[in-house]
């Protein structure tokens, strides 16, 4: 990989998880999102694998509860299962823009819906929730994006600030898990994209400090618009660059 990429891979890693920090934003979205526009996703997703998966694990771990979380939606988890494996084997075996497209779709969506602000309510059950397990699940498998649907659909629900935490974060890791076993037998993981992958824990530490100390310091609502509005921006150029 040239210099300059590893170069772009490590500042995109760094201003990701800023944001993350900063304004709460998932770390993966964005920083794939980014690398998007410059790498092939087949290329980019393995390196984000293994600080997201670190990441996701210490919060799973901090959070605590997790049998109990995992007795209640193991349906999502494992009705994600399905999609995972339909978006990994689309992702290796096409040539196209699709896995972009619908990056930058998810990216738009994820973005309207930070900005709405709105309030949801659901109520848990195994048929809906298996839909959204599939969908987060295929879309996670062709993109790496692992937000959408999962986390509107869980902050719909009738569950506290640490269950949530909890759920969600399961979720990723779990995908994580699964992305990295199938992206490895479709022999999209090399160990330069490794090493880069955990050096990377690096500018993502640095980032997520850094962003904290930001957060205290400046209006977290207005500067979430500006980067949830950033983000939708930036998917609406994936999108349009696939179409185009």
């Known amino acids: 990989m040239e210099p300059l990429i590893i170069a772009l891979v490590l500042a995109t890693f760094f201003f990701a998880a800023f944001m993350k920090g900063t304004a709460g934003l998932g770390f993966a979205t964005t920083c794939l999102g980014i690398m998007a526009s410059y790498l092939d996703l087949r290329l980019a997703i393995p390196l984000?694998?293994?600080?997201s998966l670190l990441s996701n694990t210490m919060v799973m771990i901090d959070a605590g509860n997790f049998w109990s979380i995992f007795r209640r939606f193991w349906p999502l988890y494992f009705s994600a299962l399905p999609g995972l494996f339909l978006g990994l084997w689309i992702l290796?075996?096409?040539?196209?823009d699709l896995p972009r497209m619908v990056l930058g779709t998810t990216m738009v969506l994820y973005g309207a819906w930070g900005l709405w602000r709105g309030h949801l309510s659901l109520k848990q059950t195994k048929p809906l929730?298996?839909?959204?397990?599939l969908?987060?699940?295929?879309?996670n498998g062709l993109t790496g994006s692992q937000i959408m649907p999962i986390m509107p659909y869980l902050m719909s629900l009738n569950i506290s600030k640490?269950?949530?935490?909890?759920?969600?974060?399961?979720s990723f890791t779990i995908a994580s898990l699964v992305m990295l076993a199938g992206l490895?037998?479709?022999g999209l993981i090399s160990i330069e994209n490794m090493i880069l992958s955990t050096v990377g824990i690096i500018p993502v530490g640095l980032g997520i400090w850094l962003g904290g100390k930001v957060r205290r310091k400046l209006p977290e609502t207005v500067f979430r618009k500006i980067v949830l509005?950033?983000?939708?921006?930036?998917g609406?150029?994936?999108?349009?660059?696939?179409m185009l």
């Open 48 to 51: 984000v694998i293994i600080p």
């Open 92 to 96: 290796g075996s096409n040539e196209t």
């Open 129 to 133: 929730e298996m839909c959204v397990g």
């Open 135 to 139: 969908l987060t699940g295929l879309i």
């Open 162 to 170: 640490d269950e949530l935490v909890q759920a969600i974060n399961t």
């Open 184 to 186: 490895g037998k479709l």
């Open 229 to 234: 509005a950033l983000i939708g921006l930036l």
């Open 236 to 242: 609406l150029g994936l999108v349009i660059r696939g």
